[in-house]
């Protein structure tokens, strides 16, 4: 379930942890709690969380927090990247905002030094039926969001690209990320490659 609107978010999370009837109540409870949550519902039979959200007062990090305080995890995969057209702490801050703006994102960030990325994703519960799938549409929406903002994805495994070795790209990924702000409020851009499930066992 993802239901993304104007005014709230809503999103089917994996949850990992829980192994009983009162392991979803006490989950439930403490999102139901959680200062911007609408609604959740913990369902223990699928292992999952249905949870609606005001972005303006919690963000999905915050509700991973909360999950975790509670004792149990949201299900999250990680991602190391290497990013092209970046060379200096403007870049970074167009970089960090976009990869952030990822739905699922829960946190993001740049290493300006040796112009790499990070991300960690939660994905949601329908998107784990089909993880091929699912891994090649993110990654498609994350390389036109570079794009768009003049970056370019390098890879994830392959050498580092030195600020020196940019030249000029700096100036031109700069002034198009200044034009994508303009016409996207904050600029919503994303950042590619293949992710690396981190299996976190019940």
């Known amino acids: 379930m993802e239901n ?15 192994h009983c009837a009162n392991c979803a109540k006490n989950l439930q409870t403490a999102l139901s709690k959680r200062d911007g949550v609408i609604d959740a519902a913990v369902d223990i039979t699928t292992e999952s969380a249905d949870i ?7 963000t999905l990090a915050d509700i991973a927090d909360t999950v975790s305080d509670t004792g149990f995890s949201v ?7 290497h990013i092209g057209g970046m060379h200096c702490a403007g870049c970074a ?5 976009g990869l952030e703006g990822i739905n699922g994102v829960i946190f993001a960030d740049i290493n300006i030094t040796d112009n790499s990325g990070f991300i960690k994703v ?26 768009k903002y003049g970056f370019e994805y390098i890879g ?10 940019l030249g000029d790209a700096c100036a031109v990924g700069c002034a198009i990320g200044d034009k994508a702000d303009d016409a996207e409020e904050g600029g919503k851009k ?12 019940k």
């Open 4 to 18: 993304n609107s104007d005014e709230f978010q809503s999103m089917r999370l994996k949850i990992t942890g829980m």
């Open 52 to 58: 609606k959200w005001d972005p303006k007062a919690v």
């Open 75 to 81: 299900f999250t995969f990680e991602k190391k990247m």
């Open 93 to 97: 801050k167009r970089a960090k905002t």
């Open 122 to 147: 939660a994905p949601s519960y329908s998107d784990l039926e089909d993880e091929e799938r699912y891994y090649a549409v993110l990654e498609d929406k994350i390389a036109a969001a570079l794009s």
């Open 156 to 165: 994830d495994d392959g050498e580092a690209v030195s600020a020196a070795d």
């Open 190 to 201: 994303k950042i590619t490659g293949i992710f690396h499930r981190l299996l976190q066992k």
